[in-house]
């Protein structure tokens, strides 16, 4: 369920989500109407993709910079309007893929559950969305994880985890957690199961693996694959200021709220910083006009000098999880290739996967 569903989140009224809601579609025309002074025709690759590049940027800026100035009631009213116009969009768009989802429920936790149509799934990717772990539900990720399980053939199960200021940590690693070790109950071999993340999700996943040698019941799956991951929490490096004017994200991200009072130093929190011997090889995608390129850029060091075999893919020109948000871009069509032989590769000598791990969940 999307925040604004739990007994728990309190929403705005209407007249203010109106209100809120005008004030967005003004904020986003506005947005457009910068575009032509932008040189948008500009970079690396045709006109029109360096447009849609442009256009892109500009609006999800916008989008993202004003609903993150708004009060956490209104902010979720408007979360709530945009799940609920995915419920109506996308269901057409994941069947073009020749996927099927349902929404489910894995270890207490609620998700939706994509599989391929047709034949069976050849692994499980348990995948934490973005919001920067404090926004967004699964349903609005449809399209891409849709493309995920097209492009992988695995079932992808995206968990609905609690999501801050209403949950602050731990609360999403727990849900995350219990869906992990549901999975592992139901028969899905390590050797078969995925981790995957973007933004927030794909730090959330990152601090998943840092816990998982505590937790008796869990297993380290047989990969991370990681898209513009939130992996230090500090926000102190470079490029988080020098890209402030390129990326999408506002320049005020948000993570007192998630924390709670956790030092963002803490290696659980931030990946970058803490030891990464024990993480599985690791597929990570960024671009390099994004404010978290220079933590990453650590983070994948790190694993790399801790001997854990990394998939580093730096786009450049591109920002914040563009393959999600420009699935028609190079750049994002060379992600998902990596992302398809990263996934062949892991699972070339793997175990069956029981067809009770995915069969039944959401029936």
């Not at 559950?113 to 404090?134: D, E, K, M, S, T």
């Not at 220079?294 to 450049?316: C, Q, S, Y």
Request: aromatic share 8%; proline share 9%.
């Amino acid at each position: 369920m999307v925040m604004a569903g739990r007994p728990e989140v309190r929403t705005a009224s209407g007249p203010i989500t109106a209100v809120d809601t005008l004030a967005l579609a003004q904020q986003l025309g506005a947005a457009l109407a910068r575009v032509p002074f932008r040189h948008p025709l500009r970079g690396g690759s045709t006109p029109w993709a360096n447009l849609g590049t442009s256009v892109t940027r500009e609006v999800v800026r916008s989008f993202m910079g004003y609903t993150s100035s708004l009060p956490v009631e209104e902010f979720r009213s408007i979360e709530q309007l945009l799940d609920d116009l995915c419920r109506v969009v996308m269901p057409p768009v994941v069947r073009a893929f020749d996927v099927d989802q349902r929404p489910a429920e894995l270890g207490g936790v609620p998700g939706v559950l994509f599989v391929p149509r047709g034949h069976a799934p050849r692994g499980v990717i348990l995948y934490l969305h973005g919001g920067g772990y404090i926004g967004t539900s699964p349903t609005m990720y449809s399209f891409f994880t849709a493309r995920l399980c097209q492009e992988t053939r695995c079932a992808v199960f995206v968990a609905d985890y609690r999501l801050a200021p209403e949950f602050p940590y731990p609360a999403g690693l727990e849900d995350a957690a219990a869906v992990l070790a549901e999975l592992v109950r139901r028969g899905a071999p390590s050797e078969r199961l995925f981790l995957a993340g973007d933004s927030g999700g794909g730090g959330l996943a990152t601090s998943l693996v840092l816990a998982t040698p505590s937790h008796v019941d869990l297993e380290v799956p047989t990969g991370v694959i990681l898209f513009s991951p939130e992996v230090d929490l500090r926000l102190d490096q470079p490029s988080v200021a020098d890209n402030a004017a390129r990326d999408i994200l506002p320049w005020n991200i948000p993570t007192a709220a998630y924390l709670h009072g956790v030092d963002p130093a803490d290696g659980s929190v931030s990946a970058a910083v803490a030891e990464l011997g024990d993480f599985p090889p690791t597929f990570v995608a960024w671009g390099d006009e994004e404010m978290f390129r220079d933590p990453i850029r650590e983070f994948v060091a790190r694993l790399e000098k801790a001997g854990v075999p990394t998939e580093p893919h730096e786009a450049e020109g591109m920002f914040h999880v563009f393959p999600i948000l420009m699935p028609w871009a190079d750049a994002s069509r060379a992600v998902y290739r990596g992302v398809a032989r990263f996934v062949d590769a892991r699972l070339e000598a793997a175990p069956h996967l029981h067809p009770r791990a995915v069969d039944g969940i959401g029936d």
